[in-house]
């Protein structure tokens, strides 16, 4: 059964420091989702991406982060200086369509953020 | 602005027994999804069930189903013959109509399931 893959599943980095998380969306998915965790907190929409472009972002995804599709097959989140407030679970989803069925988004394992 | 609710923090169920867990939401959208998520201890996020706003009849994917009740505007998650494996924690989400669909969640229901 194809899966979303995130890639690495624990990070830890040093504040400040920049931090790129991976993703391989389900072949043949065209909509991209990141999410994010705090621990014991809800699950929070950060950014969509579509058709190479950004559709809808929250108001945490300021000037620090960014995404990118730089292959067929990747999406990258990337947080520029990471701060300590950032340390969550990240997670990475993509949907086929817009329509049902196709707007289920289906999610990676997550990647753990550990800012020191 | 689209708005879940789930009031209970955490739920007890006997194994075979079956459980609902709630969920209500806000939304001025006419079309719109709601769906449940799964997450273990784990970590990972896991599908359930998927409801649209449209559908006449309540979702089913084998013990669980939802009921859905739009003039109340829940959307219940029913797990039937819980098993001890279902212990995790339970996300209601709604997708509204836009251009990517982002997800809005609640807060969440720690189920455990016991002998």
């Known amino acids: 059964e194809p899966e979303v893959t995130q890639t690495p599943s624990h990070q830890v980095t040093q504040m400040g420091q920049e931090v790129i998380l991976r993703c391989v969306p389900i072949?043949?998915?065209?909509?991209f989702y990141w999410y994010r965790q705090i621990l014991g907190q809800k699950v929070e929409f950060l950014v969509s991406?579509?058709?190479?472009?950004?559709?809808?972002k929250s108001e945490i995804f300021d000037d620090q982060f960014s995404v990118e599709r730089p292959d067929g097959s990747n999406f990258t989140l990337k947080i520029r200086s990471t701060k300590l407030e950032d340390s969550a679970m990240y997670f990475c989803?993509?949907?086929?369509?817009?329509?049902?069925?196709?707007?289920?988004?289906?999610f990676g394992a997550g990647t753990r953020l550990s800012v020191l | 602005a689209q708005k879940i609710t789930q009031t209970q923090p955490g739920m007890f169920v006997q194994e075979k027994e079956a459980v609902t867990l709630d969920c209500t939401y806000d939304?001025?959208?006419?079309?719109?999804?709601l769906f449940w998520y799964k997450q273990p201890s784990s970590g990972e996020m896991i599908f359930l069930i998927y409801?649209?706003?449209?559908?006449?009849q309540n979702a089913t994917e084998g013990r669980y189903s939802l009921n859905f009740q739009k003039a109340r505007k829940s959307a219940n998650l029913v797990i039937s013959a819980s098993q001890l494996g279902d212990s995790a924690m339970y996300f209601c989400?709604?997708?509204?109509?836009?251009?990517?669909?982002?997800?809005?969640f609640g807060t969440g229901t720690r189920l455990q399931v016991t002998l």
């Open positions: 072949s043949n998915h065209l909509y």
């Open positions: 989400a709604m997708r509204g109509t836009g251009t990517a669909s982002k997800l809005t």
């Open positions: 939304t001025s959208d006419q079309s719109y999804g």
């Open positions: 991406f579509y058709n190479n472009e950004i559709s809808e």
């Open positions: 989803a993509s949907s086929e369509g817009l329509g049902r069925p196709k707007n289920i988004q289906y």
């Open positions: 409801q649209g706003s449209y559908d006449e």
